[in-house]
Nanobody, 121 residues
Framework: QEQLVESGGGLVQAGGSLRLSCSAS????????MGWFRQAPGKEREFVTS??????NTYYADSVKGRFTISRNKDTMYLQMSSLKPEDTAIYYC????????????????WGQGIQVTVSS
């Protein structure tokens, strides 16, 4: 059973940066795709970015292209967020699964508990 734990969230001013991490407990995650999603209050969960398990190809939502960077080291994934905007405020979730490419929530059977990111204006 995959278990994912996010860390690194918090409060930051607009224009600032944060780095999120997601650690997976099972070694099989090193071959799985991993992704980040976010959910703001009153909104649906949305795709942010994903990275492949073998080729490390990456995909980004248009809203974060050029500002966010996803990376991974086997079963640990990172999200470097720069030039943050108040509209980036959300709970950020990491997820993993064996489908690729994968940009939909239902592509991922395993999820972390989520971590709050708040960007003040």
């Amino acid at each position: 059973q995959e278990q994912l734990v996010e860390s690194g969230g918090g409060l930051v001013q607009a224009g600032g940066s944060l780095r999120l991490s997601c650690s997976a407990s099972a070694p099989t995650t090193s071959t799985y795709a991993m992704g980040w999603f976010r959910q703001a209050p009153g909104k649906e969960r949305e795709f942010v970015t994903s990275i492949g398990g073998s080729d490390y190809n990456t995909y980004y939502a248009d809203s974060v292209k050029g500002r966010f960077t996803i990376s991974r080291n086997k079963d640990t994934m990172y999200l470097q967020m720069s030039s943050l905007k108040p509209e980036d405020t959300a709970i950020y979730y990491c997820a993993t699964g064996n489908r690729w490419p994968a940009s939909r929530a239902y592509d991922y059977p395993y999820w972390g508990q989520g971590i709050q990111v708040t960007v003040s204006s």
